[in-house]
Each structure stands twice: as structure tokens, then as C-alpha cells.
């Protein structure tokens, strides 16, 4: 599967002309934002691009959840985008040509088969709707073995807001994954561990006192109360510099990207 998955890379570099390019640390550029097509830019081959989304958009759902935010943010601009958006997408590029074997690393632990997840959001990232963008991994014996980083439907008022609503697309997560841990012959005894890095969010997925300051939020949201109450999740903090569901939110500097890389099992591969 692995040298497959190492083919089709290679082919997609040459589809590009990348086949030379010079390798890149990040695939994203930290505090790097992107902005719609305006009369000043200049636009950029649609039909291209798109391609190039779709073949990026495989690689980072199948063995590359490490170029996950950088995919998902850029195809936000599949409908026009512009010079800058694919000079981004070149640099993901460059950056998968340094890292070509490169895949995730899976180990057999059959005394840990419990399922331990990570949620973070980043806040008003989205330059042009100001929406946040969620992400969570979620690990089984210390092996990832789900992700997501996805731009949320609305606008939150507060990182805790956002926080809460990137808990809740994990809590959901969570459940299916523990149904299917069941349906495995694996039935979960113990709750599912949730890590979360702000203290607000934590406070309201455990107790809903704060009703005035939460009745705007669309109830959907609070899908998590009703899991923890439950006790099928148990949410307990995390500090943000050990939060694993950071790399899925937004582009970081090279040293925590690296440590974060290798948290999520993506490494170096015989």
C-alpha cells in the first residue's frame, strides 16, 4: 500500500512539472492568510487547480493527514482561484517531495485498543467569512487512525464558542468510532478520553448553567453534553503546546510542526 500510495505521489509531482522542485519543511505557511479573487489578483486556471485539490485532497485523507489543514484551507478557492492560491498549492507540493516516503506508521498493541481523541479550532482564521476552522485526530493504541480539519458552518463569537463547536464534531466522531470498536468484537468499556485546550469550552460540555451565554448557538452544537452526561466521552484538558488536533487547524512554525508529525504516527518509512 505504502509504495503505491509513493507512485502516485511521484506522478502527481511530474503531472506538475515538480518533479525537480526544491523540498520545504511546512506545507503551509504559518500566519499565512489567503484571500478571494479581487480585480488587483490574478486569476489562476480553474480546471488546474481543482485537479490539483482532488489529488491532494486523496493523498491527505488516506496516509498524509499532515498536509490536511493546508488542503482544506485551499479548497475553499476552487470556484476562482488565484496566483497566489496556487503558488500555496506548489508549496504543499514541495513539500511532499521531501518527504516521499513519508506515510503512517501503525503498530499492533492488543492490551491498548482504547480510543483517545484530540479537538482544536482555530479561530476566525477564515480572512474572508471569519469562520473558524475545526480539527480533531483521534487515536487507537497510539495510532491515528482519524482526522479532520474543517471549516465550521458559522461565525463564533468567542474562541470558546469555536472550541465547543469543534468538541461536538469530535464528540460525534468519537461515537461512531466506538460503535465500530463494538461491532469489531471491541466494545468499549471505559468512556472515550477527549482532550481540549480551553478551559471554557470543558466547563460548558460538562455543565449547561450557562444558558444566556450559550442559547445562541445552534443545538446541534450540544450534542456533547448529552455524551458526557451520559459518560460515553470524558472531556479533560489539555495544554495547547501538547495538542495534537493543532496541526489540523492552521499552518505552524517547523519545529512544532515536526513534533506534531510525528504525535500523529506520520514518519519516515523503510
Not at 516521499?100 to 480572512?127: C, H, R, T
Not at 470558546?160 to 468499549?188: C, F, H, P
Not at 485546550?197 to 460538562?206: F, V
Request: aromatic fraction near 10%; proline fraction near 3%; include cysteine.
Amino acid at each position: 500500500m505504502f509504495i503505491s500510495q509513493q507512485k502516485y505521489l511521484e506522478s502527481v509531482l511530474q503531472r506538475y512539472g515538480m518533479e525537480n522542485c526544491r523540498p520545504i519543511s511546512t506545507p503551509l505557511e504559518p500566519g499565512k492568510h489567503f484571500f478571494k479573487l479581487s480585480d488587483d489578483d490574478e486569476a489562476f486556471d480553474k480546471g488546474i487547480y481543482q485537479q490539483a485539490i482532488g489529488c491532494l485532497t486523496y493523498l491527505s485523507t488516506v496516509t498524509r493527514p499532515d498536509i490536511a489543514a493546508a488542503v482544506g484551507i485551499l479548497s475553499r478557492f476552487m470556484a476562482s482561484p488565484t496566483k497566489d492560491h496556487w503558488i500555496a498549492i506548489k508549496r504543499i507540493l514541495r513539500y511532499l517531495k521531501g518527504t516521499l516516503n513519508y506515510g503512517l506508521k501503525f503498530s499492533e498493541d492488543k492490551d491498548d485498543l482504547q480510543v483517545i481523541g484530540f479537538a482544536d479550532a482555530d479561530w476566525a482564521g477564515d480572512i474572508n467569512s471569519r469562520c473558524s476552522t475545526s480539527g480533531y485526530v483521534f487515536q487507537i493504541g497510539n495510532c491515528t487512525v482519524s482526522w479532520s480539519s474543517k471549516k465550521q458552518a458559522t461565525v463564533a463569537k468567542s474562541s470558546t464558542e469555536a472550541e465547543y463547536v469543534s468538541l461536538s464534531s469530535a464528540a460525534q466522531e468519537a461515537i461512531w468510532l466506538r460503535s465500530l470498536m463494538k461491532d469489531l468484537g471491541n466494545k468499549l468499556k471505559a468512556a472515550t478520553l477527549l482532550y481540549e485546550d480551553n478551559q471554557g469550552a470543558i466547563e460548558l460540555s460538562r455543565n449547561p448553567k450557562h444558558h444566556n451565554r450559550t442559547k445562541h448557538i445552534d443545538i446541534s452544537y450540544h450534542f456533547i453534553r448529552e455524551k458526557v452526561a451520559s459518560n460515553e466521552i470524558v472531556v479533560e484538558y489539555c495544554p495547547s503546546v501538547e495538542m495534537l488536533a493543532d496541526i489540523m487547524t492552521k499552518g505552524l512554525p517547523k519545529a512544532t510542526f515536526e513534533r506534531l508529525r510525528n504525535a500523529l504516527g506520520v514518519q519516515e518509512l523503510p
